[in-house]
């Protein structure tokens, strides 16, 4: 059965939302956004309470994220929007995901205000449920629990996908850098590629083929290569997003040094011994 409304109510719910559209489309500074609503830091939210990030904090967050023109940034649970504005002023894309609607109006107002509603969205929406796969860069500031629930997606995005977040961590996943500004920290985190496996290495000339055996735990990698018949382990692995480097030993022993580019279950990079002449090597994984 519907809810009937009165002529009266009827009219004051239409007033009312044409006032906070024309508000929104005529709003001058900060002031005129938050004549409707003006949130208060520590007010309950979906799954947290609201506390905005210092500006400082923010814009250090984004350096390190080396947010440019040609970045995709989603900021999750928005609040007020000012993170996604800013990623906004730095020339990216930026969506905000907020779930309280009257935040999203305020945002998108403040969006407006500042010149860039063209490039920050923000949309109503829950974290949990938004496809956020599209981002170059997301940033958070959330709760331990929510990152790690939000940790299985963040993992399987992109490689080299950049990840802030403002206090929280996300569990034993180490930060590939920890920053802090007018003690308060921030953490980032390069999305790794998988590279977990057998796999079988092939220089450019011929030459035998070098097996790996790789062992990894997020970005950290470890494990041993076969050459010759010879097993040894190998030395100075690196992993930063789909950039694999490699220390491995050649026939005679002298360490060479690999950087390649993982893409799914291949990789192509370079081979460099001690003489400095890169050599082109292409690999692929079994298992």
Known sequence: MGVRFGRHAIAGIAAAVLATAALEASALDRKDCERVYKPQSGQDGKDVIWVPTPDELVAKMLEMAQVGPKDRVFDLGSGDGKIAIAAAKRGARATGIEYNPDMVKLARCYAEVAGVKDRADIVHGD???EDFSSATVVTMYLLPELNLR???TILKMAPGTRVTSHAFTMGDWEPDA???VDFRTGYLWIVPARVAGNWTLREQGGGNPITLALQQNYQKVSGEANVG???QPLAGAALRGDALTLELPDANGARRTLKATVK???????MTGPDGK???VTGSRRD
């Open 150 to 152: 939000l940790r299985p």
């Open 178 to 180: 920890k920053f802090e």
């Open 278 to 280: 890169p050599v082109q």
């Open 229 to 231: 018949g010879k097993r």
């Open 264 to 270: 799914g279950d291949t990789l192509v990079g370079t």
């Open 127 to 129: 974290i949990f449920k």
